[in-house]
């Protein structure tokens, strides 16, 4: 069975400083994906980002960056320089290859709502 | 792009009546739909997976016959509330995949908001 954890239910940060959302996952697959979505007080999910289990590169786009590290199982998302309309709720998930079964069900975090302020 | 359409956005309606949400893929086939429901403050959870052309299968505890779903086409699911209640009141939120060696990426409706009375 697959399993996120994001530990931090709220995270509150005055605008400009940075703040890391964290994200734990369990699976026992070894082929599987890992994504970061946003959900701003409209409900619709934003796409952030796509892992591949294989792929431990870190990534940076703009703003954002994402630190992956399969030794530790985690996949932390790192807003810099932080921006009032980064309030939202975040959500991190995993997903595990059809190949082995998983049907390509997504697993959720629990969320953690960002808030930004002035 | 992919992009995946959800009507109504925002439904209203009395204890006991029925209430049908579609979800539509609008630019790929989607061979699977998935649906999910999400409580205020809470994620998303994961209601039930449609194939097209074949029944839909459901997640622990979620009602079958409450809950139906139809997947008719290649680009359009629908979720019906039967005999709703308060207590299903719910954001519920479908997704989409187009299947093969991109099916792992799941393209997200904007969510329709439920309110029973």
């Known amino acids: 069975a697959q399993k996120v954890t994001q530990a931090q239910t709220e995270i509150s940060v005055v605008e400009k400083e940075d703040v890391t959302l964290d994200c734990v996952y369990e699976t026992r697959d070894t082929t599987y994906y890992l994504f970061w979505y946003k959900q701003p007080p409209s409900g619709e999910l934003v796409f952030l980002i796509r892992?591949?289990?294989?792929?431990?590169q870190n990534e940076i786009s703009g703003r954002y960056s994402w630190n992956f590290q399969k030794s530790t199982s985690s996949f932390n998302f790192t807003i810099t320089a932080s921006q009032v309309v980064d309030s939202a709720v975040y959500f991190c998930?995993?997903?595990?290859?059809?190949?082995?079964?998983?049907?390509?069900?997504?697993?959720f975090g629990t969320g953690t709502q960002l808030k930004v302020e002035l | 792009g992919a992009v995946v359409s959800q009507h109504p956005s925002r439904v209203i309606c009395k204890s006991g009546t029925s209430v049908k949400i579609e979800c539509r893929s609008l630019?790929?086939?989607?061979?699977?739909m998935f649906w999910y429901r999400q409580f205020p403050k809470q994620s998303l959870m994961l209601m039930a997976t449609?194939?097209?052309?074949?029944?839909?299968?459901?997640e622990q505890g979620v009602e079958k016959d409450k809950f139906l779903i139809n997947h008719a086409s290649l680009t359009l699911s629908t979720l019906t509330v039967t005999s709703a209640h308060p207590e299903d009141s719910s954001f519920y939120i479908c997704s989409a995949t187009r299947g093969g060696l991109s099916s792992y990426e799941q393209y997200f409706g904007p969510g329709t908001r439920l309110t029973v009375t």
């Open positions: 998930a995993l997903s595990v290859s059809i190949l082995t079964g998983g049907g390509n069900k997504l697993t």
């Open positions: 449609s194939n097209e052309g074949s029944k839909a299968t459901y």
């Open positions: 892992r591949n289990s294989f792929d431990e």
């Open positions: 630019d790929f086939q989607a061979t699977t």
